[in-house]
């Protein structure tokens, strides 16, 4: 049976006054804005047959394609703005952090052997050496004065939570932003995707830390410095949302079976 609607619309499918509105209409309703991937010739254009990309960059990809293709692909950015933001606090405070090892080295101590007003002292050159990468005239501002003392705090903080780690186990600092990747001492890690193609991650490990048991025998820690809460999570390693520390300990551990 033809129910009242349907045959409302075919009377006026039949109308010529009407049939061109209805038609419109009806391509409204049955529209989906569902997004095709690119085909094998545009994506050879954009990333050829050797992708070089990042694990952040992955993780980008996982969370969301579209996102991934217009700041990797096309390369979209938005404007930049003469002002400050939150995320420059993460920059500062990890700068900071890859400063203090420098620092401690100048004061001729280490992680371990250095007093609390060294430590202290460590932490102030670390972050003036990190708020000296910013422009002198946005220094000037009340906004980025407080944000340097911020910065100067949360770095205090974390040097003393890790410090504590190192005086309470048997783990020792072994390397520092240890690269790996095409011209550095660590190779990428490889993934070939098919005859042609093939994907060579690179990154930069903060920290390696490293516990040696025995002969032969080593135990080691990566650490990646991150200023908002981070948990590690195997559910989104599973997924592909969070694969920074697992795949640096694979690179690391490519070199130091």
């Known amino acids: 049976p033809i129910s009242p609607v349907q045959d409302m619309y075919s009377w006026f499918l039949t109308d010529s006054k009407w049939k061109d509105k209805v038609e419109r209409l009806t391509e409204y309703l049955f529209y989906t804005n569902q997004q095709h991937y690119l085909t094998p010739e545009t994506t050879k254009m954009l990333y050829g047959n050797k992708l070089e990309t990042s694990i952040s960059q992955l993780e980008s990809f996982r969370q969301c394609a579209c996102c991934y293709f217009m700041r990797y692909g096309i390369r979209a950015e938005e404007r930049k703005l003469f002002s400050l933001n939150r995320a420059k606090v993460g920059t500062l405070f990890h700068a900071a952090l890859e400063q203090y090892p420098k620092e401690l080295e100048n004061l001729g101590k280490t992680w371990t052997t250095a007093t609390l007003e060294e430590m202290h002292l460590g932490v102030q050159r670390a972050t003036a050496y990190a708020v000296g990468t910013v422009s002198s005239a946005q220094k000037e501002t009340g906004s980025f004065k407080f944000m340097a003392s911020k910065v100067e705090k949360m770095t205090k903080r974390a040097v003393k939570a890790l410090t504590s780690h190192l005086q309470n186990g048997d783990f020792t600092p072994e390397g520092y932003e240890v690269s790996f990747g095409e011209g550095y001492g660590f190779p990428p890690i490889r993934l070939e995707i098919d005859e042609e193609r093939q994907i060579e991650i690179r990154g930069t490990i903060d920290r390696v830390d490293v516990f040696m048991k025995g002969p032969g025998e080593q135990y080691v820690k990566i650490l990646d410095y991150k200023s908002g809460q ?14 920074q520390l697992l795949l640096y300990l694979d690179a690391y551990l490519e070199k130091h079976p």
């Open 230 to 243: 981070k948990n590690f999570n195997l559910i989104e390693v599973y997924y592909g949302l969070q694969l």
